[in-house]
């Protein structure tokens, strides 16, 4: 049996007193002392976070790093394009295998052993204790991003290796992304930075609106959550509900809440961030809630896999396949929807090495192939109805018919088999047991009142905030009021989140983690 450890105990959660420190000497020392090597000092920073996550497992970054640095330049110097596909696909390989083997090979090992013992083969594949290194996933889809784009003179590569090093391992965005390109953070991580008042305060800002949605919102909400998923045989009906409900604003806090803190503590460098949640539930379709939701990797899914396997031979052979058979236009549609199937069962299995994954992505794949499918007919059908599709109800009725499609997908992400999948979507919709709202039941799904309470004001300051994002900048709209009534929304939520902080932990002990650590 491998055993490969990993150093939790010295980890450094983004939601600690810790890391708030950290981030404060280094804003310091960034501004002063370093004031002219500003990205060598982040370069530090971000080696010592990522050795103190893992130190052990720091050789599996370096490998990645390297190998992608050496052969980016190899494809500037190679004029030979046969023998730059030939060192892509090469260095392709063996960062997909270290990936595929830390975090996959245990699956695969499971079902070869299972399906050897249903047909009665006597062999087994070994388990094997294996621990992923910190943002694994991330930074391995980031580097693969980085090569393509290279091979495919989308710009020049980095000669300096320290500062490529920097770009794959900058701290703010090594732990869950959002999955940079090297053309818009590299060039902004290697610029001189002026302190700026209006990036620290807007920095600060948004790190302020994340730890409140993580401290406040996610983590109270997992507590119920982790209690009826976890103990689901002493739940039923309605109570699945509500923690799938739950669960769906869990993770969306959550993770928002990281993008969030870690936007904010870069834009505080002066370094901007991409973009990677839109508020998303108020999507009216589930091709536009892809659109809203972890906004970075569903553009590398569309970028660099769903565009190579459209231009791959075999689509291409199987495409003028089918217009034999099926007509020009069902004919050229056919492989689109193979090439979604892919992307959303890969999808699938880079979010967890278990086959509740793989259907929730291949759920979601067959979504929007039926989306594509029947746009037409339905819209044909709405007509005929004399429907107003403009009006305000039509427009809830499509956000809450997506909302409600998310939380069946969200049934497969939770829970933990398959199993318990179809037992509590069987009891949702045969357990009838509203009377949960008359008694005391409801607070014993692991909030108590008073937690209840709290958590539901947090929620609606949220939703109230996410509709005025909506139809404006909320903070260039908060600068424009006068210096005491912006203050005093200051103060509010730094007392509130910090009492919320205070009252979960102690402010010096164990953080719950972030849900997409795990991926």
């Keep these: 049996m491998l055993s490969i450890t990993k150093e939790r105990k010295r980890n450094m959660p983004i939601v600690s007193l810790q890391y708030i420190l950290f981030w404060g000497i280094i804003f310091l020392l960034y501004y002063t002392l370093f004031k002219n090597r500003q990205w060598i000092l982040l370069l530090v920073a971000s080696t010592f976070f990522y050795a103190l996550a893992g130190a ?270 099926f007509g020009k236009k069902l004919g050229r549609e056919i492989p689109v929807y193979l090439a979604l199937l892919v992307v959303w069962f890969t999808t699938g299995l880079w979010h967890g090495a278990s086959w509740n994954y793989v259907i929730w992505g291949v759920y979601y794949g067959i979504l929007i192939i039926s989306s594509m499918i029947f746009a037409k007919p339905i819209k044909r059908f709405v007509k005929h109805l004399k429907i107003n599709v403009e009006c305000e109800s039509f427009q809830l009725f499509r956000i809450l018919r997506t909302f409600f499609l998310v939380c069946i997908g969200y049934v497969f992400f939770r829970a933990e088999n398959l199993e318990t999948v179809f037992y509590m979507l069987k009891s949702m919709v045969s357990t009838f047991n509203i009377e949960i709202f008359f008694n005391s039941q409801i607070f014993e799904m692991g909030l108590s009142a008073r937690k209840l309470l709290l958590v539901s004001i947090c929620i609606i300051l949220l939703l109230v905030v996410s509709i005025a994002q909506e139809k404006m900048c909320l903070r260039e709209k908060l600068e424009q009021q006068n210096f005491v009534f912006r203050w005093i929304i200051y103060w509010s939520g730094i007392v509130v989140t910090m009492l919320g902080f205070l009252m979960q932990n102690g402010g010096f002990g164990e953080t719950v983690k972030f849900i997409y650590m795990q991926f």
């Design 56 to 325: 052990r497992l720091f050789v599996f970054i370096i490998i990645t790093s390297i190998s992608t640095y050496i052969a980016a330049l190899y494809i500037e110097k190679q004029k030979d394009n046969r023998k730059c596909k030939i060192i892509v696909g090469f260095t392709l390989i063996i960062n997909i295998t270290i990936l595929a083997i830390l975090k996959y090979f245990n699956f695969f090992a499971g079902n070869i052993n299972w399906l050897n013992q249903k047909l009665g083969v006597d062999f087994s594949l070994p388990a094997m204790k294996l621990f992923l290194p910190l943002g694994i996933s991330f930074y391995t889809f980031q580097t693969i991003g980085y090569l393509i784009d290279v091979y495919r003179g989308k710009y020049k590569p980095e000669k300096n290796l320290a500062k490529y090093f920097l770009f794959v391992i900058y701290f703010p965005h090594i732990i869950q992304g959002p999955i940079a390109k090297f053309d818009l953070l590299g060039k902004q991580l290697f610029e001189k930075h002026e302190l700026e008042y209006k990036n620290v305060k807007f920095g600060l800002q948004l790190m302020l609106w994340g730890f409140f949605k993580k401290i406040l919102i996610a983590d109270q909400l997992g507590l119920l959550v982790d209690n009826v998923f976890n103990n689901y045989q002493q739940y039923a009906g309605i109570q699945y509900i509500i923690a799938t409900v739950a669960y769906a604003i869990q993770i969306y806090a959550d993770f928002s809440g990281c993008m969030d803190i870690v936007s904010g503590v870069s834009q505080t460098f002066g370094i901007e961030l991409s973009l990677n949640f839109k508020r998303p539930y108020f999507s009216k379709t589930i091709p536009e809630f892809w659109r809203r939701w972890h906004i970075t990797l569903g553009d590398w899914f569309r970028e660099y896999l769903f565009y190579s396997v459209q231009r791959s031979s075999f689509i291409i052979k199987l495409t003028k396949t089918t217009k034999n058979i």
